[in-house]
């Protein structure tokens, strides 16, 4: 089910002229999606400290806490029927790591992120009369954990992922 995420290799050529490359490639369960499929990709990562208390007011030294990652997509209509597609009936099980790159034209990929067992958890169709920049659906998902590369291409997790190698 792993793919590419579309035209990261080669940006798309007209005539010879190559169209716009400064954009997002992704894949999300099995489906290439290029910034023409894209409106919107978001994630957040949380973490809530623990902080132990003792008989005094000010709290203990805090503890490594608890990480919450969180991720969307808003995407075009036709990505989505695509997408469809590809996902079994009752999706909302289905685990995937999905792909997220970054490549300015003319440079090497410059940023990666990956969404580390996402799943969707919500989807939110929004269309309207009149509307000028075509159907939209925003996909919510629920992320494990979420891992960062910039150009050295170095996966990290702003929370430990193995906790006997946590720094003290």
Same mark, same amino acid.
């Given at each position: 089910?792993?793919?590419?995420?579309?035209?990261? &290799?080669?940006?798309?050529?007209?005539? /010879?002229?190559?169209?716009?490359?400064?954009? #997002?490639?992704?894949?999300?369960?099995?489906?290439?999606?290029?910034?023409?499929?894209?409106?919107?990709? &978001?994630?957040?990562?949380? =973490?809530?400290?623990?902080?132990?208390?003792? %008989?005094?007011?000010? *709290?203990?030294? &805090?503890?490594?806490?608890?990480?919450?990652?969180?991720?969307?997509?808003?995407?075009?209509?036709?990505?989505?029927?695509?997408?469809?597609?590809?996902?079994?009936?009752?999706?909302?099980?289905?685990?995937?790591?999905?792909?997220?790159?970054?490549?300015?034209?003319?440079?090497?990929?410059?940023?990666?992120?990956?969404?580390?067992?996402?799943?969707? =958890?919500?989807?939110?169709?929004?269309?309207?009369?009149?509307? /000028?920049?075509?159907?939209?659906?925003?996909?919510?998902? !629920? #992320?494990?954990?979420?891992?960062?590369? /910039?150009?050295?291409? %170095?996966?990290?997790?702003?929370? *430990?992922? !193995?906790?006997?190698?946590?720094?003290?």
């Amino acid at each position: 089910m792993a793919q590419q995420p579309v035209g990261i &290799s080669q940006p798309a050529t007209i005539n /010879g002229l190559k169209t716009d490359w400064s954009s #997002v490639r992704t894949v999300l369960f099995g489906t290439g999606l290029s910034a023409s499929h894209l409106k919107d990709l &978001s994630w957040t990562e949380t =973490i809530t400290p623990t902080k132990p208390r003792g %008989v005094h007011g000010i *709290p203990l030294t &805090s503890g490594l806490g608890f990480y919450t990652a969180t991720a969307s997509a808003t995407m075009s209509l036709e990505a989505w029927t695509a997408l469809l597609t590809q996902l079994p009936n009752g999706y909302t099980a289905l685990l995937d790591t999905v792909v997220i790159s970054y490549k300015p034209y003319g440079q090497p990929v410059s940023g990666q992120t990956r969404w580390r067992e996402a799943r969707i =958890i919500g989807k939110n169709p929004a269309w309207s009369q009149g509307q /000028g920049d075509g159907l939209w659906v925003k996909i919510d998902f !629920d #992320v494990r954990y979420i891992e960062e590369a /910039g150009t050295d291409g %170095v996966f990290k997790c702003m929370y *430990p992922i !193995d906790l006997d190698g946590a720094l003290s």
